[in-house]
């Protein structure tokens, strides 16, 4: 009779340890990701000028999109694929295939867009290393579900640190930032060769270990899960779209390095979110519904805090803060930086009840909330940008993400409240499909 509590608290407590070990490596990598991103931002914004500033965040706006589709957001599905339905090659070769279609795309995209010659090699150079970082990142989902997030940390921070010095070289030199994108293009390459897959054992893709059908099946269960993450990308980059076509590519600049503080919040909701759904899976499996929403509830109370606590700082710190960063002239935004903490603190939110929804393999639900929300932020982009210009964007961001929260979290209720119906019958809708 003692020993089955016993057992059971130890268990509970070997859970927390883990998951908080997994979520201290996945931050730390992911904070210094990040961290060396934005420097990046401010190295530009001090060594040049607003307008090329404006040049590589148009690049990483245009590029993102159409490279997050490619990937599918297959990484959640290797990381939560607790019966191992397909290979690990599987998932890398269809991660490549998809990644050099998104090239693909980009070049005919750079042809098409009218930008200047130094504009489209930026584009270009921009495409290639997060190319490389695609293929990066699925590795990261085995490492995810294997729990080797130290792997995955070690990484992020060679990606980061890499990225970082080739920029403040080049910056030094010229000014400019079109040669310095085909530098780190081909560092991310040799750290993807060199570090990634040694560390994975069947990256020697023998061709037994692969099957097309079975990617073409996995392709199909991932395609709304795919555009929904499509969708979360155009939510952010919408408004700056809109901003270089109602203002100017410096006005660009202004926003894009505004926005980039709304990511300090998702170096932890990222973190603790992919640390936690491989158990958030298990429990979900099992359908131990306590475990499942008290752990769930958690993690929301957790992003909640950072929400309140990155508005607070916007308020009472945003010019300052801004000044500081990147010069008198980003601080006059102070009040859009508070419009862009606002949807930062809902999209840490939703963050975790993606997890929920991904874990639920509920991703045509997924596809449904992204594209209300993107089409919410397309119409407060036309009425408000013209008018009230970057506030404008800022309000147009927040009220877009905010109706995405509302909606994940109606879903997430449901789920919560039909956890046992809805698992058994995901369950039997994916047994359907792998036997056609």
């Known amino acids: ?53 404006g040049e590589f965040t148009l690049a990483l706006a245009v590029t993102a999109p159409i490279v ?21 090659s599987d998932y890398l070769v269809l991660r490549i295939i998809t990644t050099m279609l998104a090239v693909l795309v980009i070049l005919f995209a750079s042809i098409a867009i009218n930008l200047p010659y130094a504009a489209k090699a930026t584009l270009l150079g921009v495409a290639l290393f997060k190319a490389f970082e695609s293929i990066s990142d699925i590795y990261y989902g085995w490492f995810q579900k294997q729990e080797k997030m130290k792997a995955i940390g070690l990484s992020a921070i060679l990606h980061g640190v890499l990225s ?7 910056m030094m030199v010229d000014g400019q930032i079109s040669a310095a994108v085909y530098v780190i293009a081909a560092l991310w390459f040799m750290t993807l060769i060199f570090y990634d897959a040694r560390k994975q054992p069947e990256t020697s893709l023998p061709i037994s270990s692969y099957s097309f059908n079975r990617m073409w ?8 899960l795919g555009f929904a993450m499509l969708l979360v990308s155009l939510n952010i980059n919408i408004p700056v779209y809109f901003v270089k076509a109602y203002l100017s590519t410096k006005e660009v600049g202004y926003f894009s390095a505004i926005v980039y503080f709304m990511f300090a919040g998702r170096l932890i909701t990222g973190a603790l979110a992919q640390a936690s759904a491989p158990r958030l899976s ?28 990155g508005v607070g700082i916007a308020l009472g710190f945003g ?33 975790f009840l ?19 929300s993107a089409f919410t932020v397309v119409i407060l982009s036309i009425v408000w940008i013209p008018a009230n210009g970057l506030l404008g964007a800022g309000r147009a961001l927040a009220g877009g993400i905010a109706i995405a929260f509302i909606a994940n979290l109606s879903i997430n209720i449901f ?4 956890f046992v119906g809805i698992r058994r019958q995901v369950a039997g809708n994916m047994d359907a499909t792998f036997k056609e």
């Open 1 to 53: 009779m003692v020993t089955k509590p016993y057992c059971s608290l130890q268990f509970n407590l070997v859970c927390t340890l883990t998951i908080r070990k997994s979520a201290a490596w996945i931050f730390t990598g992911r904070l210094v990701y990040a961290m060396c991103q934005w420097l990046i931002l401010v190295v530009v914004a001090k060594l040049s000028s607003p307008e090329v500033l």
């Open 68 to 88: 997050i589709f490619s990937q599918l957001n297959t990484r959640a599905f290797v990381a939560t694929d607790a019966m191992s339905e397909y290979t690990f």
């Open 164 to 170: 970082l010095s080739t920029v403040v070289v080049f």
């Open 217 to 224: 099946q996995l392709t199909k269960i991932c395609l709304p």
């Open 282 to 309: 298990q429990y979900y499996a099992k359908g131990q519904r306590a475990l499942y929403s008290r752990l769930l509830l958690k993690l929301l109370v957790v992003g909640a805090i950072l929400g309140l606590g």
């Open 319 to 351: 010019q300052w803060l801004l000044t500081i960063a990147y010069g008198p002239d980003y601080g006059r935004f102070s009040d859009v930086f508070v419009w862009i903490m606002i949807a930062a603190g809902f999209s840490y939110l939703i963050n």
């Open 354 to 372: 993606g997890v929920g929804l991904t874990v639920a393999r509920l991703f045509k639900a997924q596809l449904f909330l992204n594209l209300l």
């Open 415 to 418: 789920v919560a409240k039909s």
